[in-house]
Nanobody, 115 residues
């Protein structure tokens, strides 16, 4: 079965950096689009960044220039490098894999940015 496991969250001061990782198993990782979403308390889940199987990327405006999504197909892992973090980036971050069989989600990792 498909499994996604996120890691790398934590508590950081504003202006700091974190790198999130999402390791996939149970599927041919290189064929699929990967997304990072986030959900802050009381808010809807929001798409943050996308990377296609060809490496094309897209970002929500609020993180452009600060976050970078990348993938290592040999390691079945997608990353989210987050720099210049702001308190409003505080949320649970989820990775999602979209395949011909459907979409799969990880369990999430908490990111907390203190002011």
């Amino acid at each position: 079965q498909v499994r996604l496991v996120e890691s790398g969250g934590g508590l950081v001061q504003a202006g700091g950096s974190l790198r999130l990782s999402c390791a996939a198993s149970g599927i041919i990782f290189s064929l699929n689009t990967m997304d990072w979403y986030r959900q802050a308390p009381g808010k809807q889940r929001e798409l943050v960044a996308t990377i296609t199987n060809s490496g094309s990327t897209n970002y929500v405006d609020s993180v452009k220039g600060r976050f970078t999504i990348s993938r290592d197909n040999a390691k079945y892992t997608v990353y989210l490098q987050m720099n210049s973090l702001k308190p409003e980036d505080t949320a649970v971050y989820y990775c999602r894999l979209t395949s011909s069989r459907g979409a799969y989600w990880g369990q999430g990792t908490q990111v907390t940015v203190s002011s």
